[in-house]
């Protein structure tokens, strides 16, 4: 039998652990400087690594020849374009597959010229962490009508729902024909 006299002290922390240092989370701060709000000091740190994908070692720009494909459509010095939301998701998508995978990513949104908000759901459904059922998204919102209505007219069956909801659905599928 052993006598162990030492006692833990330390709790376990609690929450997600942290994924950048304190030291990354004020340089993301002043690329950042409006920042309200940590998440977003923590998208600006993530878009910084995704910017590394379009810079050499000596943070200049890479050219086309250098990347493979132009770059431009997300980040352009020159016409000062730098779409942060793409950045950012490649800088996650970098971290979770690799540099290569984010380039050939990178390479087909560019040559696609895909809008952010396409781009960023590719990217998370290839980084398999696409954003579950909530008020945004369509279904969501369906659920919440729903439960809204059946709130407010206590007598409504879901036998009344199932009937509504197939009528949407003929009426959608016949807008969708036009």
Same mark, same amino acid.
């Given at each position: #039998? *052993?006598?162990?006299?030492?006692?833990? *002290?330390?709790?376990?922390?609690?929450?997600?652990?942290?994924?950048?240092?304190?030291?990354?989370? *004020?340089?993301?701060? #002043? &690329? &950042?400087?409006? &920042?309200?709000?940590?998440? !977003?000091?923590?998208? &600006?740190?993530?878009?910084q690594i995704g910017l590394r994908l379009f810079l050499?070692?000596? *943070?200049?720009?890479?050219?086309?020849?250098?990347?493979?494909?132009?770059?431009s459509f997300i980040f352009d010095v020159k016409t000062d374009i730098f779409k942060k939301t793409i950045l950012a998701e490649l800088g996650?998508?970098?971290?979770?597959?690799?540099?290569?995978?984010a380039l050939e990513v990178a390479k087909v949104i560019c040559e696609k010229r895909i809008r952010a908000r396409d781009a960023v759901a590719r990217i998370r459904k290839l980084r398999g962490t696409t954003k579950g059922e909530h008020c945004g998204s369509l279904s969501g919102r369906l659920?919440?009508?729903?439960?809204?209505?059946?709130?407010?007219?206590?007598?409504? !069956?879901?036998?009344h729902v199932r009937v509504a909801i197939a009528s949407v659905s003929e009426q959608v599928e016949k807008s969708a024909e036009k």
């Open positions: #039998m *052993s006598n162990n006299s030492e006692t833990v *002290s330390k709790k376990a922390k609690r929450g997600r652990p942290k994924v950048f240092e304190p030291r990354e989370l *004020s340089i993301a701060r #002043m &690329a &950042a400087p409006d &920042a309200k709000s940590e998440r !977003t000091i923590r998208n &600006a740190a993530w878009a050499t070692g000596d *943070s200049q720009p890479k050219n086309p020849q250098e990347l493979g494909f132009d770059g996650r998508l970098c971290v979770d597959r690799g540099e290569d995978v659920v919440k009508t729903i439960n809204d209505y059946l709130a407010e007219h206590p007598e409504a !069956t879901l036998g």
